[in-house]
T-cell receptor
């Protein structure tokens, strides 16, 4: 069964450093997403991406965050200057399109720890 | 009012029990509804979509009540392997694509 893959599974970084989280969405999917989950909290929407541009973003997705699809397969989330409160599990997800009942498939996540 | 609300539980039930979870949503224009299952420190996995007419998948039944703006999940004949956190997810916009999640309800099934 096709799946969303994410690398690395764990990332430890120092406060103020830049990190890039990587994702390979399912190959025939067109919409890509990043969500995050702080330990013990809910899964929070960050951003959605379609046709090489951001289609929606939440209040969390401020200027320190950016997304990119650098080639035909990868989808990345960059955090420019990490803060302690950025420590969370970051999930990439994808689906086939904007149909409102379209199912969303998640990768296994990258656990980011900011020290 | 939060967009998607769930009773966090935990619900502690014996094997074989029937258990039901509810989820309320604030945006009456919401179009699509899902239940996801999340195991500890793992990704959410789609359990089932929720349709207006209600739907069933084996031991799991999902219902949607648009008038009262809630969805429900019923699990019959609980198994030990059903122990997990169950997340309600709602698409709150007619044309948007992002799902908004509730905080989840934790279920613990014991022998």
């Amino acid at each position: 069964e096709p799946e969303v893959t994410q690398t690395p599974s764990h990332q430890v970084t120092q406060m103020g450093q830049e990190v890039i989280l990587r994702c390979v969405p399912i190959s025939n999917h067109l919409y890509f997403y990043w969500y995050r989950q702080i330990l013990g909290q809910k899964v929070e929407f960050l951003v959605s991406f379609y046709n090489n541009e951001i289609s929606e973003k939440s209040e969390i997705f401020d200027d320190q965050f950016s997304v990119e699809r650098p080639d035909g397969s990868n989808f990345t989330l960059k955090i420019r200057s990490t803060k302690l409160e950025d420590s969370a599990m970051y999930f990439c997800a994808s689906n086939r399109g904007p149909a409102t009942n379209e199912k969303l498939f998640f990768g296994s996540g990258t656990q980011l720890s900011v020290l | 009012r939060k967009e998607v609300e769930q009773d966090p539980g935990p619900f502690n039930v014996p094997e074989g029990a029937t258990v039901a979870f509810n989820c309320t949503y604030s945006n009456s224009a919401s179009q699509s509804f899902f239940w996801y299952r999340q195991d500890c420190r793992k990704e959410p996995k789609l359990l089932m979509s929720v349709y207006s007419s209600g739907n069933e998948d084996g031991r799991f039944t999902a219902q949607l009540n648009r008038a009262s703006q809630y969805i429900s999940l019923l699990i019959r004949d609980s198994k030990l392997s059903d122990s997990a956190t169950y997340l309600c997810a709602v698409n709150p916009k007619q044309a948007g694509t992002a799902l908004i999640f509730g905080k989840g309800t934790t279920l613990s099934v014991s022998s």
